[in-house]
T-cell receptor, first 115, second 116 residues
Framework: EAQVTQNPRYLITVTGKKLTVTCSQN?????MSWYRQDPGLGLRQIYY???????DKGDVPEGYKVSRKEKRNFPLILESPSPNQTSLYFC??????????????FGSGTRLTVV | AQSVTQLDSHVSVSEGTPVLLRCNYS??????LFWYVQHPNKGLQLLLK??????LVKGINGFEAEFKKSETSFHLTKPSAHMSDAAEYFC??????????????FGKGTMLLVSP
């Protein structure tokens, strides 16, 4: 089944303790992206990657890192989490390419709480 | 730069009555437009998309949307609401970056409430 898999689904952590949220897709998509969802703000893009070793900042990159060493994986790293990073996170992938009409496939989300 | 405005944060309807969720967009180029639905504690599911073909787009679960370039609108409709339609709906615009890849911009969402 074509899908984007995120882990973990739920995570509670303490301020300053490094964590990684994994994202993997099995569709050979070039484009991958991370979003955070907060009430009343919709989804905002954190980072995106157009292909292996090619990443760039989205709208809200502060406090996050990403890497794209393999095409299928796009982990989101919080080096020193803070309470304002408490949010619902979604990973998405797309064929990308030269058109803008490719649909995106979203993961099921990771609900992160930083205390 | 592209942007999306969903005009209502909440819409309440009775079961069996029509649904209208409003969305306006701005885009530098000819965009692609999407509607996604998110049920409680679930991920996002694509309802329908407009990609410069027919302006009236039919999606899953009886939803439709009409692209109106002159009004820069892409409103979502359904003739008769069902209880299972209660969810949050996101209007999304996809525009092409200089790299040739596209980026998504989400509206802030409209919560659809359906009463018996």
């Amino acid at each position: 089944e074509a899908q984007v898999t995120q882990n973990p689904r739920y995570l509670i952590t303490v301020t300053g303790k490094k964590l990684t949220v994994t994202c993997s897709q099995n569709m050979n998509h070039e484009y991958m992206s991370w979003y955070r969802q907060d009430p009343g703000l919709g989804l905002r893009q954190i980072y995106y990657s157009m292909n292996v070793e090619v990443t760039d900042k989205g709208d809200v990159p502060e406090g996050y890192k990403v890497s794209r060493k393999e095409k299928r994986n796009f982990p989101l790293i919080l080096e020193s989490p803070s309470p304002n990073q408490t949010s619902l996170y979604f990973c998405a992938s797309s064929l990308g390419g030269t058109g803008s009409n490719y649909g995106y496939t979203f993961g099921s989300g990771t609900r992160l709480t930083v205390v | 730069a592209q942007s999306v405005t969903q005009l209502d944060s909440h819409v309440s309807v009775s079961e069996g009555t029509p649904v209208l969720l409003r969305c306006n967009y701005s885009s530098s180029y000819s965009p692609s437009l999407f509607w996604y639905v998110q049920h409680p504690n679930k991920g996002l599911q694509l309802l329908l998309k407009y990609t410069s073909a027919a302006t009236l787009v039919k999606g899953i679960n009886g939803f439709e949307a009409e692209f109106k370039k002159s009004e820069t609108s892409f409103h979502l409709t359904k003739p008769s609401a069902h209880m299972s339609d209660a969810a949050e709906y996101f209007c999304v615009v996809s525009d092409r970056m200089n790299s040739g890849y596209s980026t998504l911009t989400f509206g802030k969402g409209t919560m659809l409430l359906v009463s018996p």
